[in-house]
């Protein structure tokens, strides 16, 4: 099925390591985007990419680097896990016509 | 400071009922403005949208009404029904700028209850 995928959808790490949250789109939109979202305080942007290798910085892009090296995948890489990142994280593209798809999310924990 | 706010965190109604959900907003920039749903373990599904030159939008069950003056919208489900119960979520983006990057409200979740 056509849609934005997600792996894994849970992970627990340990304070310090690092991992990478995948995200793939078989749409071929061009606009992608990561998004977290904590109790209380909505969806928040982290990165965004308008296509392959052009990325920016959203709200809180501390703690996160992203890559754009094909239209279909959008990684995340957390460099140094901190307790402050457990969340769930949510990839997103569209074609830019405002309308996003998301993927079903990765629920991060950090101990 | 929150610039699309959600003032009522959650909603209650009874089947058949109609649901209106509110949205408003501070930034007089936004010029497009989208609903979206979101059931628990998932991401959100976009729902509905409505340009600034419009102050009506109806898909179905769900019309969302602009108020620019008020810097206000609203979402409505007629008639409401069980599988409506989510959290709600509205969403601007700006003139002249990404208008790709949303700025996106806390959302309100919505009981209906059959």
């Known amino acids: 099925n056509a849609g934005v995928t997600q792996t894994p959808k849970f992970q627990v790490l340990k304070t310090g390591q690092s991992m990478t949250l995948q995200c793939a789109q078989d749409?071929?939109?061009?606009?992608m985007s990561w998004y977290r979202q904590d109790p209380g305080m909505g969806l928040r942007l982290i990165h965004y990419?308008?296509?392959?290798?052009?990325?920016d910085q959203g709200e809180v892009p501390n703690g996160y680097n992203v890559s754009r090296s094909t239209t279909e995948d959008f990684p995340l890489r957390l460099l140094s896990a901190a307790p402050s990142q457990t969340s769930v994280y949510f990839c997103?593209?569209?074609?830019?016509?405002?309308?996003?798809?998301f993927g079903s999310g990765t629920r991060l924990t950090v101990v | 400071d929150q610039q699309v706010k959600q003032n009522s965190p959650s909603l209650s109604v009874q089947e058949g009922r109609i649901s209106i959900l509110n949205c408003d907003y501070t930034?007089?920039?936004?010029?497009?403005f989208l609903w979206y749903k979101k059931y628990p373990a998932e991401g959100p599904t976009f729902l509905i949208s409505?340009?600034?030159i419009k102050d009506k939008n109806e898909d179905g069950r769900f019309t969302v009404f602009l108020n620019k003056s008020a810097k206000h919208l609203s979402l409505h489900i007629v008639p409401s029904q069980p599988g409506d119960s989510a959290v709600y979520f509205c969403?601007?983006?700006?003139?002249?700028?990404?208008?790709?990057?949303?700025?996106w409200g806390l959302g309100t979740s919505l009981a209906v209850n059959p």
């Open positions: 969403a601007a983006s700006a003139i002249g700028g990404n208008n790709r990057k949303l700025i």
């Open positions: 990419s308008v296509g392959a290798g052009i990325t």
């Open positions: 749409m071929n939109h061009e606009y």
């Open positions: 409505i340009s600034s």
């Open positions: 997103a593209s569209t074609s830019g016509s405002r309308g996003y798809t």
């Open positions: 930034n007089s920039m936004f010029d497009y």
